[in-house]
């Protein structure tokens, strides 16, 4: 068969996907006669009330030198893990704002960072194209600074996102611009299983996020630049459960719903959705309207969300330094945490709800780290 | 049999010790941020091929130790593969060309038929093709050993992120005569091997001067220009000085008087002058303008405060290169005086 042959047959073949794709789509829309705010409209409910005085920054968190593209708590004992653009990672006492640990990369451009959960080791990847595990009782070195406990490589791209399985210390998820995720043994540093590449249904362009479940830890959902949303069961390589289509743009952030049956995504067509598992449909579009008018490429991209845990609040960071606060039933957003007294002076790039909830840690190009309490007579939501 | 007991620590001491050592981490940290600070930091960026991993190993051996044997011998399975690689091009491309011809044997790949090697630009041969082909039978011999100019020409894919530091010495002519060596310490940055979506990590580079690789000769222009193009208009490069490389310039001279500039889109109203060497610098200074052109467009108003040059080098040409890190230090340093108020 001659190549122009075979381009032709591409050519329909890809027709007939798009085509079958639209059909698909109209169908969901037909069965689609509701959304979660209209729903809770009908029961009557109302947003909650909010003021600025209910979250309040009670620390920041100062010593970086450069953006810190990323954070995550601990599992427990309240400490924070801290990535940023001068190359280091630092591990803080969220109770004391103190440092605990500062750690110089061998690659100095990092992405993603993430706590171990028995809180022994971070995880952090980036440019270098794999994920290096430190562990915090390590005897530091001259310089002060903690070998490499294992360099995980395999990935032919960036490494934009990794997490730790939840309660399992030797297994990492990462997310990478190769377009596919791994699911690695952190102890023999060992490939166990790869998602998407060379498999159909893998994303078409660079993963940028990950989330497992964490009511089920077999299942972990990814967001790509190919603006999708992808389901992956972790014991199934090679096909995904399930694509989440609907934003616009690159899906740069996902986040499952506190009880494992929905997820949240953030893209750069400057929405958030709210997507149910077991359907495979959408529940609902966070958007603010535009106040000019006008679709500018100045439209603010949503960064980073995460739930409050209860999942009546979604937290989403924005390009243009807003974090708005949503309230997840009703979709308005309640409180904004860039316009409050003393909120971050850049973009938010990151941010993540404590184990316990009672705290949310943004992190922001300004190089700083801020920590909000739930004030008032509120302790938790 | 035995007893253990431990005193309780009093929570006062554990406290101290925790701030010693928050102490410890700040002052580190200070300590390498102002080490850091006199280096001039360098992003390479351009298509693949486009020399980039060359100018890497001249800066080696310009201001390094260079290779000892050991790292030459690592090359020698490198230039190996590069020699298969390049047969198999050959091969495939003398198929495709025999298709439509019916002497077919004028295409047979051998060490004496240049045939299929004179239409290198229709098929991909990779520019280290000519070079090693005419030494095959040195590089096949049992004891090879490389030589720097072997290295130089092998050709291997970057992958991650390649940086190598490196210091030149210089003086510059300061106000009042106060003449004064300085150690100019430049630390490059390539990571051209990542084949993904570069604005997801670009901002990384957020503070770097840029220094932008042109391959002239290969159809990859109008990628250039793309690049060239978006990398302008970031907004994370507002402040950034951009240095343009117009690379591979001896084999830009040879295709330029066998090849019309016409041919690639972007040089459509191109128009010939002369001939010889007075027209391969004609034909250059199209593109110079070119690419200048395209600079202005891209850059609003309130970018005036970049730095923007652009150079003429062969990677390959050790002196070259030389000169042009002079020129490129000179530029850098009169801009960083510039802003510090002195000039």
Not at chain 1, 77 to 95: E, P
């Amino acid at each position: 068969m001659s190549v122009a042959e075979l381009k032709e047959r591409h050519e329909a073949a890809t027709a007939a996907v798009d085509s079958l794709r639209e059909r698909l789509r109209q169908k969901r829309q037909m069965l689609l006669d509701n959304d979660l705010v209209g729903y809770s409209r009908t029961q009557g409910r109302a947003a909650i009330s909010f003021s600025s005085t209910d979250l309040v920054c009670c620390r920041t968190l100062q010593g970086h030198t450069g953006k810190v593209y990323s954070l995550d708590w601990s599992p427990e004992r309240n400490r924070i893990v801290s990535a940023s653009q001068d190359g280091r990672l630092i591990v803080w006492n969220a109770l004391t704002s103190q440092k605990t640990h500062a750690i110089k990369l061998p690659c100095a451009w990092v992405m993603t960072c993430a706590f171990s959960p028995n809180g022994q080791s971070v995880a952090s990847g980036g440019l270098d194209s794999g994920c290096s595990i430190f562990n915090l009782n390590f005897q530091i070195d001259r310089d002060g600074n903690i070998p490499v406990a294992r360099f995980l490589s395999g990935h032919k791209g960036y490494v934009s996102s990794c997490q730790y399985v939840p309660d399992d210390e030797t297994h990492l998820v990462t997310g990478s611009g190769d377009q596919t995720c791994i699911l690695w043994d952190v102890t023999t540093g060992q490939r166990l299983s790869v998602f998407g590449g060379e498999f159909p249904s893998g994303h078409t362009a660079d993963v940028l996020s990950i989330s497992i479940n964490g009511s089920n830890s077999k299942m972990f959902v990814s967001g790509s630049c190919d603006s999708t949303a992808r389901l992956w069961d972790a014991r199934i390589a090679s096909r995904a459960v399930h694509t989440f289509h609907g934003h616009k743009g690159d899906v740069n952030t996902v986040k499952f719903f506190p009880d494992g049956q929905r997820f949240g995504t953030g893209s750069d067509d400057g929405a958030c959705r709210l997507f149910d598992v077991r359907t495979g449909h959408q529940l609902q579009v966070y958007q603010q309207q535009q106040q000019q008018g006008d679709n500018s490429a100045d439209s603010p991209i949503v960064t980073s969300i995460a739930f409050s845990i209860s999942g009546r609040l979604l937290f989403a960071a924005y390009s243009n330094g807003n974090c708005y606060v949503w309230d997840t039933l009703v979709g308005k957003v309640v409180l904004n945490l860039g316009a409050v007294q003393n909120s971050h002076e850049g973009r938010i790039s990151c941010l993540g709800l404590s184990a316990d909830g009672s705290a949310l840690c943004t992190g922001s190009w300004d190089r700083t780290l801020k920590i909000w309490a739930f004030g008032g007579h509120r302790r938790v939501m | 049999m035995g007893c253990l007991c431990s005193k309780q620590k009093p929570v006062r001491t554990s406290d101290a010790e925790e701030n010693a050592k928050a102490a410890e981490i700040e002052k580190r940290i200070a300590q390498e941020a102002t080490a850091e600070k006199h280096i001039q930091k360098v992003l390479l960026l351009g298509a693949g091929e486009s020399g980039k991993s060359t100018i890497f190993k001249q800066i080696r051996l310009l201001f390094q130790t260079g290779f000892d044997e050991a790292e030459l011998r690592s090359y020698i399975p490198v230039i190996h593969a590069n020699v298969f690689q390049t047969i198999k091009i050959l091969y495939d491309g003398a198929k495709e060309f025999a298709q439509n011809e019916t002497d077919s044997l004028k295409y047979v790949v051998s060490l004496e038929n240049k045939e299929t090697l004179s239409r290198g630009n229709l098929i991909q041969v990779p520019d280290c093709a000519q070079y090693f082909m005419k030494s095959l039978r040195r590089v096949s011999d049992a004891n090879y050993v490389p030589t720097k100019e072997d290295v130089l020409y092998a050709r291997i894919r970057t992958t991650g992120v390649a940086e190598i530091q490196f210091r030149r010495a210089s003086f510059l002519f300061q106000p009042r005569g106060r003449e004064q060596e300085e150690r100019g310490v430049y630390k490059l940055f390539d990571a051209g091997g990542q084949r993904n979506e570069r604005r997801k990590w670009i901002h990384l580079f957020e503070g770097y001067d840029q220094a932008l690789f042109e391959d002239e000769t290969k159809n990859r222009m109008m990628e250039t220009k793309a690049l060239f193009d978006w990398v302008l208009k970031q907004p994370c490069f507002e402040k950034t000085s951009f240095m343009l490389f117009l690379n591979k310039f001896d084999i830009f001279e040879e295709k330029a008087l066998k090849v019309p500039l016409s041919v690639c889109e972007w040089f459509k109203d191109y128009q010939p002058v002369s001939s010889g060497k007075q027209e391969v610098e004609h034909a250059y200074e199209f593109v110079k303008k070119k690419f200048e052109e395209l600079y202005f467009q891209s850059s609003g108003p309130e970018r005036v405060d970049r730095v923007f040059k652009i150079y003429r080098t062969t990677a390959l040409d050790q002196k070259l290169i030389k000169k042009t890190i002079k020129l490129v230090d000179e530029t850098l340093r009169r801009r960083n005086l510039l802003e510090a108020g002195l000039l």
